[in-house]
């Protein structure tokens, strides 16, 4: 929960190419990295389990707003670092 809370969050981000194919998605999720594509699902929405007042089982969903979002471990791939920027700026949701 403190990570929906947090005004920065650093995140791995080594696949950057919103065009890339399936198979590239589901390489970086075989090797434990994010893809562009995973970010909004990552951060925007997440789903929790509480207990309200009556001590009853609750579903709540919390929204991540951070000021900033620190990606590290780009991949070499995308060099210079201006694609780089030119691939996260396409593929992040526009907000």
Request: overall charge negative.
């Amino acid at each position: 929960q403190q990570l929906f809370r947090a005004e920065v969050i650093l995140c791995e981000l080594t696949f950057l190419d919103s065009s890339e194919d399936s198979a590239r998605k589901s390489l970086a999720e075989k090797r434990g990295h994010i893809h562009i594509c995973d970010v909004e699902q990552i951060f925007v929405c997440t789903e929790q389990s509480i207990d309200d007042a009556e001590g009853q089982a609750k579903t709540i969903s919390i929204i991540s707003n951070p000021k900033y979002i620190v990606f590290y471990h780009l991949s070499g791939r995308y060099t210079p670092a201006t694609r780089a920027l030119d691939c996260i700026a396409e593929g992040l949701p526009r907000q």
